[in-house]
């Protein structure tokens, strides 16, 4: 016998957000753009902030999609996200400087296809369907390239596939040794499809509410950049590293407590090493 | 997978406006990839549709029936489909990349025997645990007789319950299941790295072995993620749970087919599309 | 022929690794009740069965494992990029791997209880502090056993697949073997003791898990020790075999008929699996035989 699933209604509405992500998500990741403008690798942080604030969007649309009942986990509508994402978002890297934004076109096409084929082809018969993977897989595209825009210190092709390597003391050019050809886009794409799924999957219940979701969201993407940011040493310099854990590592210290404090909010009681609570009508 | 949630998927049957549009959308991809990258790239991306068609067609023999299988309520495995067809799939994967120097026939039949050892493996341990473990003979819920074996069902179902266990046509459906995701797996992964070990030298400027490690990882990154649209979108099509090729919801599966053909189609041509343009 | 005894020694070596490592990776998902028996775990408060069990919903086990392996092989492979050494740098890795383990564990409990409210669960702040660390030591075996063994295979068999991309299929793959081995004996066996044994779950009782133990009340870490009874050894068994035979087939066959020499031994690998399965099947129908009387049924 399964769970039926329960999400909250009102909080802020679904479009606010929507917009708020898109355009917060855009802006960050175009900030790490200020390391080529100015010659250092110190604003790379903000490529992972960018993530953040995509997968605070994605956590609201798939509570929106998850509470029409797919049939099988929450965790599939992040797999189909980033799954779409990740081959947006590389082919998006190959426009230079309008990469964020090509990403975000290449994915919207390809969230809108697998969204009718899952609506129409397949019968979901979800009005929200086409929609709601448009989101995810622009969600998945922009996330995981500003944790690459992270790890590598730049959203562009050329940049991620380029990296070094020290022979007996030498550096010598090695694509091995790159974002792309580590893999490294392996860790960031899983990392990312958990991250996205996680907070209404942890959360879901009829106590459900936004505003700790959300907050989950924060939490899961600050976890995600403290990763990366370790993944960064290998790529961009020690000090604009340090500064991205550090970043990563404040951001979700406080996100972690806020949530805590939220969920204390919701709980229904919060014990310490007591027994088992009997409901009244006992059960 | 924790699989909360009643299934809201549609009843039998296709849609028909949306299969041709669908198949328009999947002919203009085709033909876009021909204009841009001329016939060789054309042939790669059928390769890739027929890929995703085998991961989706696979994932509809994988038996797995989700949380009640794990209170041995229903028959199949107690996990969720698109993943545990991704495991077995991705470990065809592991098996057909490493075969890949020995050419195309021996590596995708690599990938087939991998995913289909690494299922068979599995599901011989799920019966070895529901018998040896917790007692419980296999019975289908769905079908009174085994189509193989003959076995009968109906007597060997406990009380309440759809059945339990995995029943040999589930045991042979999933190790198909399995050999068929990895075997499109392992196509799509082969079509993308021939194509990038071609393109990528003359675009990077750069020897064939240098960029190998850049086209095995694109490669493999690409696979992955096509594979796993695929096999959710197999998932949603039996609306999460099975029990294998006599399942009544397994006549689903054209539906499946057409829409990984499409979405295989349209994520092929941007994957192509990153060498070609 | 050296070559043939290293490749064997290293099939031997990887597929011990992995039988650590999916006897880890079921007893860490009991402890912290991940995957579909969690299901229950959040049925009960709803059906009035308040209980002090984990509820680890961070998503399926295949994901997750996916997760921590990759995070860890890709830390792993940043840090021996700038020159740390291999063992060292994977140890780092599953350390920080486990430390994001062991926060989403949290996050998913108390954010599946607090959203219980309604049906009276109250939050056991204590049930974090003790579980979560068991369910990470748990986890970082098998992270470190997992992406030491894609190590491995890299470089010692020349597998051409980096090593995040590896491990993120590895991990995969031991959260499938795991959770299909593993669940219905902690879900049917476990989570329902006090239901006949040799018996599904009847719909009915759903929502009706043991919460009260030998001596006071069920801790999820109980869980520990009765997964390592069968569900945790059976699903390494399970991986190691996996990893075992996939590794034992190439290393040993593949130079015979270019390369088909490995299929065929696939191929006929599976076949006495399916022997062993259908064995298995008609001696449990035989052994423990029909619950009502076989005839009645034919006629209805």
Known sequence: MSVKIEASEGGRPHNEILGF?????LVCIY??????LTGTEIFSFFGGLGAV??????????????????GTGVPSAGMIAFGSGVIAMLFATKFGI???????????LLGAVIGYVSDKVVSMNIPVMVISLIELAIVGALTMMGLAAMAGGSFMFADLVAGSTTVFGIEIASYGSSVIGGSVLAVIFILGSIAVQHPFNACLGPGEQQDRTLMLAAECGFLSMIGVAVISFAFIGFGSAV????????????TYMEYIKLSRRDAYDWLDAKPIHEPKGGA | MSALGGGAGGGEGMNPTATIVGLVIMLIALAATFVVGGMSAALVLVGIIIGGVLVGFGVHFVPVGGAPAAMGQAPGIATGVAMLAAGAGLAGLFGGAWAAELGLAVALAGGAVGGGLMMAITCMFVNIVYVFGMGIPSASGKVDKDPITGDTFPAYKSQGTEGHGLPFISYVGGVIGGALGGLGGTLIYLQLLFLYEEMLPAMLNASAEEILPVAVSLAGIFAIGMFLVNAVIAAYNITGTIEGPHDPKFKRFPRAIVGAAIASAVCGLVAILIVAV | MENLVLGIGITALAGALATVAGAAEDTESDIGS???????VQLAPQMGYIHRIYNKAVSGEPPAYGLWCALGAGIAWALMSIQINAVLAIVLGSAIAVFVQGVYATTAYLGRTASLAKFEQPVYIDIIKSVTTVTMAHAFVAIFTTVAMCQLMIVALGHPFPLPLLALVWGIALGAAGSATGNPFYGKERQYQEQKFGAGVPISASGNIVRYAEAGQRSSLDNGWFASKLGGPASGICFGLIVFL???????FEQIGAGWGAIIAGVVLILVFMVIDRYIETWARKTYGPYVAETEEAAS
């Open chain 1, 21 to 25: 992500g898109l355009i917060g998500s």
């Open chain 1, 31 to 36: 900030l790490t753009y200020l390391n080529v």
């Open chain 1, 53 to 70: 604030i995509a997968l605070a969007w994605g956590s609201d649309t798939i509570k929106h999609l998850c509470s029409y009942g797919l």
């Open chain 1, 98 to 108: 309008a990469a964020p934004v090509a990403a975000l076109v290449i994915a919207a």
């Open chain 1, 243 to 254: 500064v991205a854990l550090l970043v990563s590592i404040i951001g979700w210290a406080y």
């Open chain 3, 34 to 40: 991940q995957g579909d028996p969690n299901s229950q």
């Open chain 3, 246 to 252: 996939e590794l034992w087939r190439t290393v040993l």
